[in-house]
């Protein structure tokens, strides 16, 4: 009964980067109930994509909108980002998600990658590539 939305960070700052009213998109994030946001960290690392990442961080803190943020950023470098643009909007992150959960283990991706890899031998040489690995 939420109304909620799903966008990864670099997706989401080439939208804004194709279009000229970036507020309208600023808007449109913020309707939402609960947004995740997917990746952030994984956009190239340019004064633009700071700067946007910024204003849609900030956009949802400003909002008081629940946010969840994946990133592979550890918690320990967000707390010591010498950088001031991504200080800020870590710091922004560190509040706004006061509950940080770290995901270990194997990569999902590798154990799909795995499996399609044996799929294919076995597409492409038989059974017999199960025994040669």
Known sequence: GVMAGFASMPSLMNLMQGTWDKNEILESICRFQLLV???LGAERATSYSA???YNII??????????VITTNIALADMQREPDP???RIYDR?????????RMDGESRRSGIADTRRQM????????KSRKDG
Do not use: H, Q
């Not at 900030?58 to 946010?67: D, I, Q």
């Not at 294919?120 to 059974?127: H, I, K, P, S, V």
């Open 37 to 39: 946001l997917d990746d």
């Open 58 to 67: 900030n956009a949802r803190y400003e909002a008081r909108k629940p946010t």
């Open 120 to 127: 294919a031998r076995e597409f492409l040489f038989g059974a």
């Open 51 to 53: 700067e946007t990442a």
């Open 85 to 87: 643009w991504y200080s």
């Open 93 to 101: 992150v560190i509040e706004m998600c006061p509950i940080p959960l």
